[in-house]
Each structure stands twice: as structure tokens, then as C-alpha cells.
T-cell receptor, first 116, second 114 residues
């Protein structure tokens, strides 16, 4: 079975600075998707970024980018130019591709605080 | 994208009672899921809601406790039965529009059992 691990329960960053959130996963599959979701206090889960395992190029969405290391099974999220609105819980998630189950396996989350 | 309406947004219930949570999507979706998020915890999949057939439950979750209906491609309900304080959680509906796209989430239902 696949597992997702986030080893940082909490992180903090100053506004305009850069922060990196860590995620590792375990799988025997070769094809899969990885996601970072953000959950602000409103509880709404918002997709931040996704990465297909077959793509070598790291995904980027504006201030958000990932460092995907397939061999190491590592998938970290870098937030550049942090803003107060980035404060939230961040969840790393895994989804199998071959079986098209579409269900997500989540890590335990990292709470990000942003200080002015 | 998909717009998901989940009701109620929160409720406080007496132990021993049941609560039904509704999830309405603005478009037809292939997959619908129900997740539980216990206080301060991550999301755990309860079941996959299958249209026209019984839901597929994950290990640790049973139909008698969490009956699920999905009468069509845009609507599903989750019932939390015979509630106890341990059922106090956020329950989230999630959908996937078609295979290999991202999942969208409702705003969740915060349930408190007293």
C-alpha cells in the first residue's frame, strides 16, 4: 500500500521570503500523480499544484514550484515570495494512475504560518 | 472545474442520533468520494460513492455506520449513524470530473457530537 509522509507538522516564514515543505512517499508503482493541496481555515481544500510521475520536469504554478525526485520518492513544495494568504494547512497527496482509482492518499499535513 | 455544494456546513448533534450530509455537484462527475478529517488530522477516505450501486468502503468503515447513496451523477449523501463523540470530525465530499484530472472538494461539514 502507498503511504505519504510529511515530517514537518509546522513551518513558519516571513512575508516575501521562501519556504519549502517536505513530502516523501512510498510506492511500488511506476506511474502515479502527486498533489499539494492547501486548506485554509475556511476548510476548503484547494489544489496548489500537481505532478505526473512520468514527467521529469518539475511542475510550476506562479509562486509555487515542486522539487520532484522520483528515485528518492520525494516531492517538496517551494513557496516563493510568501504572502499572508499562504497561511494554511498544506497536504501532500498521492494517486495511483494504472488502476484509475482516483482516490487520494494524504499525508498528515504541514501547518504554515506567515509572519508580516 | 466543479462547484460543489455541501450541506449542512456544520451541525451539533446528540449522541445516538444520525445526520445526513448532502453533496451536490454542478456537473456530471465520474467519481465521488467521502473523506473524514478528524480534529487536527489528515483526510481519510471513507468510501467511494458509486452511481446506482453500493458504495465501496475502505478498511475500518462499514455501511451500517456510514450508509451512502448516489442516485445520479451529480448527487450523493453520507449518513453518520448512531453517532458518538468520536464521530466529531469534518466530513468532505470530493469529486473527479473525468479520469486523470484533479479532485475537487466541498467546503466540508463540521460535525460535533455531544
Amino acid at each position: 500500500a502507498q503511504t505519504v509522509t510529511q515530517s514537518q507538522p509546522e513551518m513558519s516564514v516571513q512575508e516575501a521570503e521562501t519556504v519549502t515543505l517536505s513530502c516523501t512517499y512510498d510506492t511500488s508503482e511506476s506511474d502515479y500523480y502527486l498533489f499539494w493541496y492547501k486548506q485554509p481555515p475556511s476548510r476548503q481544500m484547494i489544489l496548489v499544484i500537481r505532478q505526473e510521475a512520468y514527467k521529469q520536469q518539475n511542475a510550476t504554478e506562479n509562486r509555487f514550484s515542486v522539487n520532484f525526485q522520483k528515485a528518492a520518492k520525494s516531492f517538496s513544495l517551494k513557496i516563493s515570495d510568501s504572502q499572508l494568504g499562504d497561511a494554511a494547512m498544506y497536504f501532500c497527496a498521492y494517486r495511483s494512475l494504472p488502476y484509475n482509482t482516483d482516490k487520494l492518499i494524504f499525508g498528515t499535513g504541514t501547518r504554515l504560518q506567515v509572519f508580516p | 472545474s466543479a462547484v460543489i455544494s455541501q450541506k449542512p456546513s456544520r451541525d451539533i448533534c446528540q449522541r445516538g442520533t444520525s445526520l445526513t450530509i448532502q453533496c451536490q455537484v454542478d456537473s456530471q462527475v465520474t467519481m465521488m468520494f467521502w473523506y473524514r478529517q478528524q480534529p487536527g488530522q489528515s483526510l481519510t477516505l471513507i468510501a467511494t460513492a458509486n452511481q446506482g450501486s453500493e458504495a465501496t468502503y475502505e478498511s475500518g468503515f462499514v455501511i451500517d455506520k456510514f450508509p451512502i447513496s448516489r442516485p445520479n451523477l451529480t448527487f450523493s449523501t453520507l449518513t453518520v449513524s448512531n453517532m458518538s463523540p468520536e464521530d466529531s470530525s469534518i466530513y468532505l465530499c470530493s469529486v473527479v470530473l473525468k479520469l486523470n484530472t484533479e479532485a475537487f472538494f466541498g467546503q466540508g461539514t463540521r460535525l460535533t457530537v455531544v
